[in-house]
Every structure is written in structure tokens, then in C-alpha cells.
């Protein structure tokens, strides 16, 4: 199980260098190619839920920015990539508030600026208008609904 994981720790570690080694456009042509690779997904996938993850402080920040940097490109094939890993960075989140209270262990603001962005990626257009429609809920305690 080690080697195990050890093998995806060296994946995760080649695939933030590659990253960080590209240029804007070399990134946008390797889009799709990320967006299809099934072992570097299983990979970051189980990185990111692993228990050793934790104690791989730096390659995570580095990690939640090549993540966050694909997602900016608004790339389809690489905003699909990063969204692949949601679900898995909101259960890194909660994963990390536990231990900081249990253990006080300080958390780095990586992952929230990450989730944060990308939500406010989703929410906004790139004109800063709201892609959603806002409203309220009626309630009975507001009377000015029902005047």
C-alpha cells in the first residue's frame, strides 16, 4: 500500500511540474489530453482523499493553484478537468476544519481561495453581472409582501 502510495504522491509531483513549466497556450492544447487522462485523474483523486495528502502541505498549494490556473483559462476541457475534482476538494476542506480543531493545526488558505474562485467563476459573468437570477422567498414575518 505504500508504494501505492508513493506512486501517486510521484504522479501528483510530475503533474504540478509539468504545469507550472507551461506557458499559457501549451496548457490550452494539452485541454482535452488532461480532461481524457484516467490515471492522472485516479491519481489526484486519491492524492487529494488521502491521509498522506496532509502531511504534503506544499505539494497541495501547489497543487490548488495549477488547479485554480486551468480553471481561469476558461478552457472548456480544462474547467471540466478541475471540476472533476469538486466533490473531493469540498471533503479536503472539511477534512482539514476537523483536524484544525482537533488538533490545531493551522490551515492554508489554498483550498478556500480555490473553492471560492471557482464558485465565483460560476456565478459571474466575465463582466461581473450575475449568470443567476436573484430572489427572495416570501415570508410571513416580512410584512411589507403582504401589505
Not at 487522462?37 to 502541505?57: K, W
Not at 480544462?78 to 471533503?91: E, G, K, P
Not at 472539511?94 to 480555490?114: E, N
Request: aromatic share 10%.
Amino acid at each position: 500500500m505504500e508504494g501505492s502510495s508513493r506512486s501517486v504522491s510521484k504522479a501528483v509531483v510530475e503533474f504540478v511540474k509539468d504545469l507550472e513549466g507551461c506557458k499559457a497556450d501549451a496548457l490550452l492544447r494539452q485541454g482535452f489530453a488532461l480532461a481524457q487522462d484516467e490515471r492522472l485523474l485516479g491519481a489526484v483523486m486519491e492524492f487529494l482523499l488521502s491521509e498522506q495528502c496532509s502531511e504534503e502541505q506544499q505539494l497541495l498549494e501547489r497543487l490548488y493553484a495549477q488547479l485554480l490556473r486551468c480553471y481561469r483559462t476558461f478552457d472548456e476541457h480544462l474547467m471540466r478537468f478541475v471540476t472533476q475534482f469538486v466533490f473531493s476538494l469540498i471533503w479536503r476542506h472539511f477534512s482539514d476544519l476537523v483536524k484544525s480543531r482537533q488538533f490545531g493545526i493551522a490551515i492554508r488558505p489554498g483550498l478556500d481561495a480555490l473553492l471560492v474562485a471557482i464558485y465565483n467563476m460560476v456565478i459571474v459573468d466575465g463582466e461581473g453581472h450575475p449568470r443567476v437570477q436573484a430572489y427572495t422567498i416570501p415570508s410571513l414575518s416580512n410584512a411589507r409582501y403582504f401589505v
